[in-house]
């Protein structure tokens, strides 16, 4: 069996970072059944373009592979019914919506605790449940910049910067994640269960980590570094070859510097300024132009050989393409493959979290109320049924 083979987790999400949390259950083998709302279209972000047709696209099929659908109106009676019955054998309810809806819908554990005691319900939302944020929609980007993240990336000279990716909604997804397995747990081991109310804002403030640290205890700014150094540790940061190739050396440990002493062969780089972590963070304006200087005599690639053969960290700044054929070329199981009907054969980046030897089996992310027959025959509703809920609008 798969590890999460016994789990079944009813999730009311959409677009990224709820999505993105439990593909990551869903490729370890839990029953993740999407809830769709069909006066809307479904998940969203089926409808994100580039290269999207009918209802998919290859930002929704990125997010929801391994998964079954269903697609309910929980504001009528009868999808309502059908809804609660699906509660009843789950183990997690799990939404990503604006704060106040999780209460609107009524799937928190004081409207869910009658039909299934054990459930647990796990809201991620832009603010959380509660105060006045709850009322507010919000997105990555809106994060990375309320957060402060946006204020220490990219370079002084020019404006603040945001991640190249949704780090936010990819970060609050496994966060949440982590609180479904944690909270199932719990539910089982004390036969109740309860809510979860995680906020993406808080997600985002939380990996402010040791600058958080640093800045709460003592006379610390943080700031936009140029060409992305370290706060603290030189060298660590993006270099130049002499062709404009740009590469990282991160000297994390004191063995690190001496190592690429060693491999520049430059007498300079042996000056007590910098023979240790303090004292080359305080003679950084002289030794970054010296290393600038060595750098600039040959390849960014020949650095990269010299200070990898040496044991130093480094490694070139890659483009994305360069990166998808690398793995191409050396068959990474990271690439994976699934069929689609429109789109073909489509090649996709798997999660990286793999229990035991056996990679996760792929299947394509499901249409939109693809599997509902398959879902309502295991909740025991019988043809007849299913035609009484059709033609009342349960499922739109």
């Given at each position: 069996?798969?590890?999460?083979?016994?789990?079944?987790?009813?999730?009311?999400?959409?677009?990224?970072?709820?999505?993105?949390?439990?593909?990551?259950?869903?490729?370890?083998?839990?029953?993740?059944?999407?809830?769709?709302?069909?006066?809307s279209?479904?998940?969203?972000s089926?409808y994100?373009?580039p290269?999207?047709?009918?209802?998919?696209?290859?930002?929704?099929?990125?997010?929801?592979?391994?998964?079954?659908?269903?697609?309910?109106?929980?504001?009528?009676?009868?999808?309502?019914?059908v809804f609660?019955?699906?509660v009843?054998?789950?183990?997690?309810?799990?939404?990503?919506?604006?704060?106040?809806?999780?209460?609107?819908?009524?799937?928190?554990?004081?409207?869910?605790?009658?039909?299934?005691?054990?459930?647990?319900?796990?809201?991620?939302?832009?603010?959380?449940?509660?105060?006045?944020?709850?009322?507010?929609?919000?997105?990555?980007?809106?994060?990375?910049?309320?957060?402060?993240?946006?204020?220490i990336?990219?370079?002084?000279?020019?404006?603040?910067?945001?991640?190249?990716?949704?780090?936010?909604?990819?970060?609050?997804?496994?966060?949440?994640?982590?609180?479904?397995?944690?909270?199932?747990?719990?539910?089982?081991?004390?036969g109740?269960?309860g809510?979860?109310?995680l906020?993406?804002?808080?997600?985002?403030?939380?990996?402010?980590?040791?600058?958080?640290?640093?800045?709460?205890?003592?006379?610390?700014?943080?700031?936009?570094?140029?060409?992305?150094?370290?706060?603290?540790?030189?060298?660590f940061?993006?270099?130049?070859?002499?062709?404009?190739?740009?590469?990282?050396?991160?000297?994390?440990k004191?063995?690190?510097?001496?190592?690429?002493?060693?491999?520049?062969?430059?007498?300079?780089?042996?000056?007590?300024?910098?023979?240790?972590?303090?004292?080359?963070?305080?003679?950084?304006s002289?030794?970054?132009?010296?290393?600038?200087?060595?750098?600039?005599t040959?390849?960014?690639?020949?650095?990269?050989?010299?200070?990898?053969?040496?044991?130093?960290?480094?490694?070139?700044?890659?483009?994305?393409?360069?990166?998808l054929?690398?793995?191409?070329q050396?068959?990474?199981?990271?690439?994976?493959?699934?069929?689609?009907?429109?789109?073909?054969?489509?090649?996709?980046?798997?999660?990286?979290?793999?229990?035991?030897?056996?990679?996760?089996?792929?299947?394509?992310?499901?249409?939109?109320h693809?599997?509902?027959a398959?879902?309502?025959?295991?909740?025991?509703?019988?043809?007849?049924?299913?035609?009484?809920?059709?033609?009342?609008?349960?499922?739109?």
């Amino acid at each position: 069996m798969k590890p999460l083979a016994d789990i079944r987790i009813v999730a009311v999400e959409q677009y990224g970072a709820g999505p993105y949390g439990s593909l990551y259950l869903a490729d370890l083998g839990a029953d993740v059944i999407k809830v769709e709302d069909p006066s809307s279209g479904g998940d969203i972000s089926r409808y994100v373009p580039p290269f999207q047709q009918g209802t998919d696209s290859l930002f929704y099929e990125t997010f929801n592979r391994n998964k079954r659908s269903i697609s309910l109106d929980l504001h009528s009676p009868e999808g309502r019914s059908v809804f609660e019955r699906l509660v009843g054998t789950a183990d997690a309810v799990y939404s990503n919506l604006r704060g106040d809806v999780p209460a609107q819908l009524r799937i928190r554990y004081e409207d869910l605790s009658d039909i299934n005691p054990q459930v647990v319900c796990v809201s991620l939302s832009g603010y959380g449940a509660t105060g006045p944020g709850s009322h507010t929609p919000g997105y990555d980007y809106i994060f990375q910049a309320t957060s402060g993240w946006m204020s220490i990336t990219g370079d002084p000279a020019g404006p603040p910067s945001k991640s190249g990716l949704s780090l936010v909604d990819f970060s609050g997804g496994v966060v949440a994640a982590f609180t479904v397995l944690a909270a199932i747990h719990a539910a089982r081991r004390d036969g109740h269960g309860g809510d979860c109310d995680l906020s993406l804002n808080d997600v985002a403030t939380s990996l402010l980590t040791y600058e958080a640290t640093w800045a709460l205890n003592r006379d610390w700014i943080p700031q936009r570094r140029e060409r992305s150094a370290h706060p603290s540790l030189v060298p660590f940061q993006a270099f130049s070859g002499g062709d404009g190739q740009w590469f990282i050396v991160a000297c994390a440990k004191e063995k690190f510097w001496s190592s690429t002493v060693a491999a520049l062969d430059d007498a300079r780089l042996l000056s007590e300024d910098f023979k240790n972590f303090e004292k080359r963070r305080q003679s950084k304006s002289e030794l970054i132009p010296i290393l600038d200087e060595i750098f600039a005599t040959a390849p960014g690639a020949h650095w990269v050989g010299v200070l990898g053969d040496a044991g130093v960290p480094v490694g070139e700044v890659r483009s994305v393409k360069e990166v998808l054929q690398d793995l191409e070329q050396t068959g990474s199981d990271l690439l994976i493959e699934v069929e689609h009907e429109e789109f073909g054969t489509i090649k996709e980046i798997r999660t990286p979290v793999q229990v035991g030897d056996e990679l996760p089996e792929t299947r394509r992310a499901p249409r939109l109320h693809e599997h509902g027959a398959e879902i309502l025959a295991e909740l025991g509703y019988q043809e007849a049924d299913i035609q009484e809920l059709t033609a009342a609008g349960a499922f739109g």
